[in-house]
């Protein structure tokens, strides 16, 4: 597990984040760091868009 402490600085999850703003966050979050994993839950609403459902 490596954090990627630069990214996260910039990179900071809003207050009171959106569905749509974590969504991003993660999947972001998921390219540059690997310090935590990516919640089922998210996954999952990724998932449902790139089908475009
Ligand atoms: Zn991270």
Redesign the pocket.
């Known amino acids: 597990m490596?954090?990627?402490?630069e990214?996260?600085m910039k990179n900071k999850m809003p207050k009171n984040p959106t569905l749509e703003e974590r969504i991003k966050w993660h999947s972001e979050?998921a390219k540059?760091?690997?310090?935590?994993e990516m919640p089922e839950s998210m996954r999952k609403e990724i998932k449902k868009r790139e089908k475009g459902e």
């Open positions: 490596k954090i990627n402490k990214w996260h979050h540059h760091c690997s310090c935590r």
